[in-house]
């Protein structure tokens, strides 16, 4: 590990890194987004403050979370650093062995358990953990400056322990062309012209996890690039708040429930998930925040190790599995029917898919190794597996928690019909349960499997497991690739004891 210290944090605009004191805290961290001057748009308006729009507020919730889990178990979720010399978030740590890599799966485990959603913090980390071998390999093979750069970034972010976003997915136009060859260029983010400070780039990202909650972008490219691709070629770090940002916030199912009065309706009204397209017009990177500036050769890599990294990251999904089996069990208590044997089955066959995914995860951990620069990276066949274990897992168990549920999960009268005078007592009388449940909390428990299965956190773990972090197709690719095949067939014509 090159564990060089920050050399002059006063180089960096004092301005881009906000004007308080490190975070310390989920409420220090959701003080530091105010009066940013963010340009977002919902529904058509512009939102004035993000952190006070009750639709946006849970997914910054989910984040703080991160915070809170740093100050409550310290020994999971931070890391000593060697530029700072102290313990830092584990979210802006680089893996230094295999340990790094379980823990950090375990404390992805864990918040997931805590929100039951997306807490939005992993891309970023795994962007950063990708981008340290890859701008060390960048400058041994081509005498470039990016490693030093990127760690001084890197220490700073850790000092003021802020949030460092990934942005990697372009908007990528005709999928069977090459950037350059499509019809508008902007399609994929690129330099769109220089100066003697830095570089401007013009584009834009498509749902971009937490990008609003975060501090910094880090932009990257999204494919594979070739010579004629010089100018997507471009990796930077940019201010949240930067001008030229325009965030359109993707609206999620339900999150207009998140408007109305009352709690139980959202089913998780603390915690969201968040994505937003971010349209770059002119953005400015200066010099010592680019880190790689057209050297195509090093975009595939850096997006196969990005996607090593993040393809375990997917653990979180067990987390919030978790969740959902214990709501799957609680319905079932409060029904009555806890005891049927056909339903402790469902319960093991959901955590028997819930586990699988834990397990391909931290093998893939265990299995790490080191890279040139010292950094640390899962096994990627494993990684491969994990993801697409992750793409259908959840559906199963999802699938299972509404069979438990019943139908009455999606025809539930409101939160307003249940307070109201007329027919409150009437929903009170006929929807009880086994005898000494209160009808609230078998309501309750209704609204947050609906929340997590086809709800607003369906969106994290059903669609985002689908297609976050590649396609299940994409998976198949790698697995493809690094399978082996003639060597098993030489196994087992080996023990065949076949000629030919
Ligand atoms: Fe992290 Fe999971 Fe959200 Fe990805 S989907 S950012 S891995 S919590």
Not at 24 to 37: A, C, I, M, Q, T
Not at 222 to 245: C, K
Not at 395 to 408: P, T, V
Request: contains cysteine.
């Amino acid at each position: 590990m090159d564990s060089t210290p920050h050399t002059d944090p006063s180089a960096i605009d004092r301005d881009d890194w906000g004007d308080y004191d490190p975070i310390r805290s989920g409420p220090d961290y959701v003080e530091s987004l105010r009066g940013r001057n963010l340009k977002v748009y919902l529904f058509g308006e512009r939102v004035k403050e993000p952190v006070d729009h009750p639709i946006i507020r849970p997914s910054i919730n989910a984040m703080a979370a991160t915070y809170d889990l740093a100050a409550e178990e310290p020994e999971l979720a931070t890391a000593r650093s060697p530029y700072t010399r102290r313990p830092v978030n584990r979210f802006l740590h680089i893996a230094e062995n295999a340990n790094d890599l379980v823990m950090k799966a375990r404390m992805q485990k864990k918040l997931g358990q805590k929100t039951g959603t997306c807490f939005q913090r992993c891309v970023g980390l795994d962007a950063l953990n990708a981008l340290h071998s890859v701008t060390y390999e960048c400058d041994e093979f081509h005498g470039s400056a990016y490693h030093q750069r990127f760690v001084d970034f890197l220490t700073r972010a850790q000092t003021k322990n802020q949030i460092i976003g990934g942005a990697m997915t372009d908007a990528k136009g005709d999928r069977s062309k090459a950037p350059h060859q499509q019809n508008d260029l902007d399609v994929y983010l690129h330099i769109s012209r220089r100066d003697a400070n830095g570089v401007y780039v013009t584009g834009a990202k498509c749902h971009q996890t937490g990008c609003l909650n975060s501090h910094w972008l880090l932009v990257m490219p999204t494919i594979r690039l070739g010579e004629s691709d010089r100018n997507f070629a471009v990796v930077g770090a940019i201010p949240a708040h930067a001008r030229g940002i325009t965030y359109i916030y993707g609206r999620q199912s339900c999150d207009t429930r998140s408007l109305e009065p009352g709690n139980i309706d959202s089913g998780n009204a603390s915690f969201s998930g968040q994505e937003a397209m971010i349209v770059f017009e002119d953005v400015f990177i200066p010099w010592e925040r680019l880190f790689l500036d057209g050297e195509v050769e090093f975009a595939a890599p850096l997006v196969e190790r990005f996607t090593t990294y993040h393809r375990c990251s997917y653990i979180c999904k067990t987390g919030v599995g978790d969740v959902l089996i214990g709501a799957a069990a609680e319905i079932a208590d409060l029904n009555g029917v806890a005891s049927a044997s056909h339903v402790k089955d469902k319960l093991v066959e959901m955590t028997h898919l819930n586990e699988t995914i834990r397990s391909s995860a931290l093998a893939s951990a265990y299995e790490g190794r080191p890279l040139k620069s010292g950094a640390w990276i899962n096994d990627e066949m494993l990684a491969n597996v994990c993801k697409q274990n992750v793409t259908r897992f959840p559906y199963e168990i999802s699938r299972i928690a509404q069979d438990l549920a019943g139908g009455l999960m999606v025809t539930l009268p409101s939160e307003q019909d249940l307070v109201d005078d007329d027919v409150g007592p009437l929903i009170r009388k006929f929807l009880v349960g086994r005898d000494g449940v209160d009808v609230v909390d078998r309501i309750k428990v209704l609204r947050l499997i609906e929340n997590m299965t086809l709800g607003r956190n369906a969106v994290g773990y059903l669609t985002e497991s689908m297609h976050g972090a590649g396609s299940p197709q994409a998976q198949r690719i790698q697995i493809a690739r690094g399978m082996n095949i003639d060597e098993k067939r030489k196994l087992a014509r080996t023990l065949a004891g076949t000629k030919s």
